[in-house]
């Protein structure tokens, strides 16, 4: 049984920010049915994950962003206004995407992402992610005595 302070908790709400449904779609159904979330949220724009996450600061623990956006913002640009309004204290991020370069992995990692799940989605990566961030949670809590 996990913790409820535990990322992984299954009744921790989890936010997709991604235009695309399919894949949304199927981030939703790896997610629950790997470690078993039952509050998955998608929204399709960078404007409705930002609105959701600065009405309710501290509701989702996870927040996965795409990095390209119809209207040209990114999921980096997304995470950087949520770093600079202090919404990310509580949420651990994860770019999205289908092209992992270097500087889509450095972009959201100084916007505090944990790191990259790459398109198509792969379960056995995505809940190599999870668990690092876990381990991440784990240590920061223990850095704070």
């Known amino acids: 049984m996990t913790d409820k302070d ?3 908790y299954p009744d921790n709400e989890v936010l997709i920010v991604d235009d695309n449904r399919q894949y949304a779609r199927i981030l ?3 997610l629950e049915r790997t470690v078993g979330f039952h509050n ?3 929204v399709e724009s960078t404007n409705e994950g930002m609105q959701l996450l600065e009405a309710n600061p501290g509701r989702f623990k996870l927040l996965f962003v795409d990095f390209h956006f119809p209207d040209g913002s990114t999921g980096g640009d997304l995470l950087e206004k949520l770093q600079s309004r202090g919404l990310m204290n509580d949420t651990k991020a994860f770019l999205i995407t289908a092209e992992p370069s270097i500087a889509n992995v450095k972009q959201a990692q100084a916007a505090g992402a944990l790191g990259v799940v790459a398109k198509p989605f792969d379960s056995v990566e995505l809940k190599r ?3 690092k961030a876990e381990r991440s ?5 223990a850095d704070k005595f």
């Open 129 to 131: 992610q999870l668990e």
């Open 40 to 42: 998955v949220i998608a």
């Open 6 to 8: 535990s990322i992984l």
């Open 137 to 141: 949670r784990v240590l920061d809590e």
């Open 28 to 30: 939703r159904m790896m």
